[in-house]
């Protein structure tokens, strides 16, 4: 009996001590982790960097185009130039905040091969020079022409898509595609439509939510109303965008380049139109 309780209490011993290190070890600060990308073994590897090219352009050329010079993303050979590995990778993995950039759950293998054909095709090609224009003027044309559909900040209207960020998640040339010729390419959320009810009325706007029993969309006059299909005799869906194509007849070439000049400087939540 008395040996049961010896060998009892030394495992109570033993048991207390081994959880006192436990909780010690877990207390001391652990060293930082080492990013993936801080030694990339597929930088300037001519098979990796084909590779990196072919992924690049399944899930990155529609945005950024093949070129990578840009298209609804940003221009990446002006970005990669100024941006560490790891930075980039961490860019690539958790996508940037405000922006259509997704984070990635890809293997961390794959995203290295992206930044080794980043990094050559950087190499390979100078950025274009920084888009000029009056940003002042630029800033008097968008409260005048687009602050009543767009945010930027607390101000301006909901209709259309916040462009808070969109210096960050546009290349001058996917600028000038969206306000020439906005009915290209529809944002997510933004898509006409044109609800009919079974009376006879139509009702405008953007389709927000969507299933197979119900639709909800924002009016023109910004407010978000929702419908059961069953309750509506046709749904449309337009090619038109609400948003008018501004030819040079309604925004010349001056006035175009300075406002994507005031748009280029938007790049975050602090934005607001003076």
């Not at 940003?74 to 100024?82: E, F, H, I, N």
Request: glycine fraction near 8%; hydrophobic fraction near 35%.
């Amino acid at each position: 009996m008395t040996r049961a309780r010896s060998a009892g209490h030394l495992l109570i011993v033993f048991v207390s001590l081994t959880s006192a290190a436990v909780l010690l070890s877990a207390q001391e600060p652990q060293p930082p982790k080492v990013s993936p990308a801080r030694n990339n073994p597929h930088l300037g590897n001519k098979e990796s960097i084909r590779s990196g090219m072919a992924l690049y352009r399944v899930r990155c050329a529609d945005c950024h185009g093949l070129d990578a010079k840009g298209y609804r993303g940003p221009d990446l050979t002006a970005l990669v130039g100024d941006m560490q590995d790891e930075k980039l990778f961490q860019t690539l993995r958790k996508g940037v905040p405000g922006t259509e950039m997704p984070g990635s759950t890809a293997p961390d293998d794959e995203l290295l091969l992206v930044i080794a054909y980043l990094r050559n095709m950087n190499a390979a090609s100078a950025a274009e020079p920084a888009p000029t224009g009056n940003v002042e003027n630029g800033q008097r044309v968008f409260t005048a022409q687009c602050a009543g559909c767009h945010r930027i900040g607390m101000r301006g209207g909901r209709l259309g898509p916040d462009l808070s960020h969109i210096g960050a998640a546009r290349s001058r040339s996917a600028l000038v595609r969206e306000i020439r010729t906005p009915a290209e390419w529809f944002p997510p959320g933004y898509e006409t439509v044109t609800l009919v009810t079974k009376d006879g009325q139509r009702v405008r706007g953007t389709r927000k939510n969507e299933d197979a029993f119900s639709i909800q969309i924002m009016d023109t006059r910004e407010r978000i109303q929702g419908y059961l299909k069953a309750d509506l005799r046709e749904v449309l869906y337009e090619k038109e965008s609400l948003m008018p194509a501004f030819t040079t007849a309604r925004l010349n070439d001056n006035d175009l380049n300075d406002l994507i000049g005031y748009l280029t400087t938007l790049r975050g939540p602090d934005s607001t139109v003076r």
